[in-house]
């Protein structure tokens, strides 16, 4: 029987209507029936479905997304699985984490490759997803499971072992990861996805690879598969014990210190964490995903913290005698490597959903979601607030940072003439941007400048991806972005190194007619690995893009790269700016326009920003012939010496 919609192929063995269909066509449909809820709240969990064809997806997947569309079409409604024509594979699923990021993580993309490389550039961005807690779902094509023709182009063939194929290599990246042999084991492929891509704690990306022959194999299916199904999110609350426990040690803390992670934000525990600061005085210092937890206005929020943060958190911190983390992977960089809280009896109260979070640095753990346990601290610590010595100096630390910044900001509105630094253009952005707008960023020296220098005016408006922190993320991110939320404005902060990595998506915003304003910043090589080479004594080697001189060395002149006339080439609007003047008429010009733009301004990457006083572990040599070297190992191991293991349980 050929399959068409809803075409019977007769009655399971206990009498179930079944659906003729192949595997393909049954997966497309699957999958536009699933939803998510959260407070009762239903999202559809799949926006639609980005792709590239090849061999290995073609005739499978290829074939039923191009009929599920000509139906729902023909039957005078939307696709119900939309599909997006992506420009390279890594690019597509960076933009399918960065919808769901948006989203809260209620709402991803599905992901399409062929097999071989097709299949093996989604690896990258399995990672990031994973590593960032994001879901998304992978569908790379597989290669025979008949075997019939083998070895089949692109196949992997190896002398210990006939059942790898290149997709194997998702497995450590991804939360859950199935292969599909045969049509029968699709649906416990599929149910054992979704659980996993709706879990808070779980979630990251799902693999499920479908070898090629399978795809377009046909079965007759129950039709309850295709029944809307609806995953439940749920808020899992504190124990009332666990939370006493916590209020009695932030209770008798004469310094604590809130670091507030992106769970804050997926959790949508914002306002419940500006009343609790407001209520107690806690200030709140942010990660990189947590930044927009709390308004840069807040009068308890002193900024970003860690190796890239402002002094007033960092100074807040080496004092801290109780540590809140809340929603927070407490990475390196919050931690600054393990030596930002200095305070020799500093506790940690650890607010996570995930029991892998809740307790690192030997803290108390409070496996909950954020909201939850926001809301019961307040009710236990309702007579509770920080003293007034204590309140005084947050402020006061708060006051000194914001004149920092103020004066970078000031000095970007002076300098009508003068070559633009990086620091500037931060702020002339952040200035002339809407409170809603939404800055994406990822690699490079920006993250850094961003989490210290940026007003969050929104929980959604700072969008920076430093899990994975992976160059080429930020154009194809922005795009993720512009999709989960149409109605804001999206700056993409790239510099030359990870735009020459990942501009195709360009293409796909052209394509799409999506408006994206990307601020390309060309500073001639790698800014932020110059200067941390140059902090190792490492002297920028191997950073700068120049000619290769007659020494044999990289030092000759600067490469000729025009990144506009790249970027012109790709079908968005360019506009070169060079001053102040000029970089704040682009601006005002890409706000008005409904096309993608794109900015490109020369800065100098020596000039970088203020320091956070901080430290990120990066070994330097033990030993080495180079002056350099010799001085960055001295200042290394001055740090290491005030590194702490916080293995002291809290009690």
């Not at 029987?1 to 449909?29: H, I």
């Not at 490759?113 to 790379?140: E, K």
Request: aromatic share 6%.
């Amino acid at each position: 029987m050929a399959p068409t919609d809803n075409a019977t192929g007769g009655r399971t063995p206990n009498d179930e209507p079944t659906v003729y269909l192949t595997v393909t066509q049954a997966l497309v449909r699957f999958l536009a029936n699933q939803y998510t809820e959260r407070d009762g709240r239903r999202t559809k969990l799949f926006a639609g479905c980005f792709g590239i064809f090849g061999h290995g997806n073609v005739a499978g997947l290829g074939q039923a997304l191009l009929q599920a569309e000509i139906q729902d079409i023909d039957a005078g409604r939307q696709p119900t699985l939309p599909y997006v024509f992506g420009r390279n594979e890594q690019a597509m699923v960076h933009s399918a984490v960065a919808h769901a990021r948006m989203k809260d993580r209620l709402q991803t993309w599905a992901v399409t490759s062929s097999v071989g490389p097709g299949a093996t550039n989604m690896v990258t961005g399995a990672a990031l997803a994973t590593i960032n807690r994001l879901p998304v779902l992978l569908l790379p094509g597989d290669t025979f499971a008949t075997r019939v023709s083998t070895p089949v182009l692109q196949e992997l063939e190896l002398p210990s072992s006939g059942d790898i194929t290149v997709n194997d290599a998702f497995k450590p990246v991804s939360r859950y990861f199935d292969r599909v042999w045969r049509p029968e084991q699709l649906p416990g492929a599929l149910l054992g996805g979704m659980r996993v891509l709706t879990d808070p704690v779980e979630t990251g990306a799902v693999t499920i690879a479908i070898p090629q022959d399978v795809q377009a194999e046909a079965f007759d299916w129950p039709a309850s598969l295709f029944s809307e199904r609806i995953w439940h999110v749920g808020r899992p609350l504190p124990e009332r014990s666990v939370i006493e426990r916590a209020a009695a040690i932030i209770r008798s803390s004469r310094k604590p210190l809130i670091v507030a992670g992106g769970g804050v934000i997926y959790s949508q525990a914002t306002d419940s964490l500006a009343a609790f600061c407001a209520r107690t005085g806690i200030p709140a210092g942010h990660s990189q995903a947590g930044k927009g937890s709390l308004a840069h206005d807040h009068p308890q929020s002193v900024g970003a913290i860690g190796s890239t943060g402002t002094t007033a958190a960092n100074a807040l911190a080496a004092d801290a005698d109780v540590v809140i983390g809340i929603g927070t992977r407490y990475s390196d960089f919050t931690t600054a490597s393990h030596t930002a809280f200095g305070n020799p009896d500093v506790r940690f109260v650890n607010i996570n959903v995930a029991s892998l979070d809740s307790v690192k640095q030997g803290g108390m753990s409070v496996v909950s979601d954020a909201r939850e346990a926001l809301d019961a601290l307040a009710l236990q610590l309702k007579d509770y607030r920080v003293d007034e010595e204590y309140a005084t100096r947050i402020s006061g630390l708060v006051r000194d940072w914001e004149s920092t910044v103020e004066s970078l900001y000031r000095s970007a509105d002076s300098a009508v003439d003068g070559t633009l630094d990086q620091s500037r253009v931060i702020g002339l952005v952040n200035t002339l941007s809407d409170p809603r707008d939404v800055v994406v960023c990822a690699a490079g020296s920006m993250p850094g400048d961003l989490h210290k220098l940026w007003r969050a005016r929104d929980s959604k408006g700072y969008h920076v991806e430093y899990g994975y922190s992976c160059m080429g993320y930020e154009i194809a991110g922005g795009l993720g972005v512009r999709m989960a939320c149409p109605d804001r404005d999206v700056f993409v902060l790239v510099g030359d190194g990870s735009y020459l990595m990942m501009a195709s998506e360009l293409t796909t915003a052209v394509q799409e007619r999506l408006k994206i304003i990307v601020v390309l910043v060309q500073n001639h090589g790698f800014a932020s690995i110059g200067s941390l080479s140059e902090s190792v004594g490492c002297q920028r080697f191997g950073t700068q893009y120049r000619y290769r001189s007659a020494s044999g060395r990289l030092d000759g002149d600067v490469l000729p790269v025009d990144l506009a006339a790249n970027a012109a080439s790709l079908g968005v609007n360019v506009i070169r700016a060079n001053t102040e003047s000029e970089f704040t008429s682009a601006v005002k010009v890409a706000k008005a326009s409904d096309a993608t733009t794109v900015i490109h301004v020369e800065t100098d990457p020596l000039i970088g920003g203020p320091d956070s006083k901080s430290w990120w572990d990066v070994p330097v040599s033990a030993t080495s012939e180079l002056h350099s070297t010799k001085n960055a190992r001295t200042t290394y191991e001055a740090w290491k010496k005030i590194q702490r293991p916080y293995l002291r349980p809290t009690d």
